[in-house]
């Protein structure tokens, strides 16, 4: 009967990403990073472009961020809950928001710090930050796949740490040695290729709520 | 009676009802939630799941309010101190008696 009791917790902690449309959020949010990135990297030195895209890449990061929040709720509370049923959950204790914020902030000055400071000088920062996006990125849908268990989450885990792995190698980015700012590149393909995985996954599993809950079996 | 089958005796009316116990941890889980969540998450018919409601409330378990979303009317369903601090003695003494009896 215990596990009963935790199963039920647990498929009711899990109901939040039941319907991807987390997951298509958290995609859009990292298709556009990874726009940003991809035309930021080949921009030439001195050009507007050059200028803007910083600017631009904060806007995404922190607009994302709040923009995710104010969508999901949005789109909860107007497409999911009508047909589920509404669902309020408790906000998270301080003490358990540390790490999330912590891991956001260090991500972001990690991100702009290498792109300052370290890129345009050496390969290794590159590697350095491949590996801490991978960590990062990878740590956090396997912390999501644990509490909810499914099965599609695992493979965003998957995808991200094989995606972090096969950019992060350093071969192909060594033969972009004419424009070291080229290693943009790879952050910028890394958040296309998470984004995608993320956006085709929730728009499938939204695709399959919508289609089960008009058929009448969850509302 | 052994100490393990005492413990049975011991365990709280209310909630050694597999249809509350599915509802109250439901609720231990969230902030509130409304009853057609409530009745797609248990698998309870409305009539049944209204009857275990009301005696769960009766109990001082869960806090029933009733309001409405635009026009549609909406039932909101929140597990109160005394329901969360039940629960938790109840699990605790699901989990001993488990210990005791393997």
């Not at chain 1, 039941?18 to 990297?41: H, P, R, T």
């Not at chain 1, 990061?61 to 709720?73: F, K, N, P």
């Amino acid at each position: 009967m215990t596990n009963q009791i935790d199963d039920s917790i647990k498929r009711t902690m899990a109901f939040w990403y039941a319907d991807g449309v987390a997951e298509l959020c958290m995609g859009v949010v990292f298709l556009l990073l990874g726009a940003v990135l991809l035309v930021e990297g080949p921009a030439p030195r001195g050009s507007t472009l050059a200028a803007v895209m910083p600017a631009l890449r904060y806007l995404v990061i922190i607009g994302g961020t709040i923009g995710i929040g104010v969508a999901l709720r949005y789109l909860k509370l107007n497409v999911t809950y009508p047909r589920s049923g509404f669902v309020f959950y408790n906000k998270p204790p301080v003490k358990e928001m540390i790490p999330g914020i912590f891991g956001a902030v260090s991500l972001t000055l990690m991100l702009d710090q290498w792109i300052q400071v370290g890129m345009p000088e050496k390969l290794s920062w590159y590697i350095w930050l491949m590996a801490g996006l991978t960590i990062f990125f990878g740590y956090l849908f396997i912390a999501i796949a644990r509490q909810t268990g499914f099965r599609r989450i695992q493979a965003l885990a998957a995808i991200t740490i094989i995606s972090g792995m096969l950019l992060g190698g350093t071969g192909w980015v060594a033969a972009l040695n004419d424009s070291i700012r080229s290693m943009l590149l790879g952050p910028g393909l890394f958040f296309i290729a998470i984004g995608t995985a993320c956006s085709v996954s929730g728009a499938a599993t939204f695709r399959g709520f919508m289609h089960q809950t008009r058929s009448g079996e969850l509302a | 009676m052994t100490e393990p089958i005492a413990t049975l005796t011991d365990f709280d009316r209310i909630l050694h009802s597999p249809a509350r116990l599915t509802i109250v941890a439901i609720l231990s889980a969230l902030k509130e939630a409304d009853f057609t969540y409530l009745q797609n998450e248990s698998g309870l018919t409305k009539g049944n799941l209204s009857t275990h409601l009301l005696k769960l409330e009766e109990a001082g378990y869960i806090a029933i309010e009733k309001t409405y979303r635009g026009r549609i009317p909406l039932t909101l369903c929140r597990l109160t101190p005394h329901g969360r601090a039940a629960f938790d003695e109840y699990r605790q003494q699901m989990k001993r008696f488990v210990a005791l009896t393997e």
